[in-house]
């Protein structure tokens, strides 16, 4: 299943208190991508937050796997969750 998993700070946090765990979230991040968890990740050109896709069973396995991010862990951020499921659109044009 894809999900579409999107970053949001917690609010009152400064760049300080990201800064001491940015190396460590790059390390989570790829080897999560390595473990094709992680299928693409895209930063919002406006906020700067991330935007992922994932690829797992379900929302669940989701976000017990997000909660291992240094960042997740730290509170300073948290992702809001959206199972995607393949466009059906298509079949319109075919009846």
């Known amino acids: 299943m894809k999900i579409l998993a ?3 700070e917690m609010s ?3 760049s300080k208190d990201f800064e001491p765990h940015l190396e460590a979230e790059a ?3 790829w080897k999560l991508y390595q473990e094709d968890f992680i299928r693409e990740i895209y930063f919002d050109k406006e906020k700067h937050s991330a ?3 994932l690829e797992c069973d379900n929302e669940k396995e989701a976000k017990l796997k997000l ?3 240094p960042l997740v862990k730290e509170k300073l951020i948290q992702f809001k969750l959206i199972s995607l ?3 059906d659109g298509f079949d319109r044009l075919f009846k």
Do not use: A, F, R, S
Request: proline fraction near 6%.
């Open 6 to 8: 999107i970053e949001k």
């Open 27 to 29: 390390k989570v991040v």
């Open 67 to 69: 909660e291992n991010l």
């Open 12 to 14: 009152g946090k400064t």
């Open 51 to 53: 935007v992922l896709i």
């Open 85 to 87: 499921i393949p466009y």
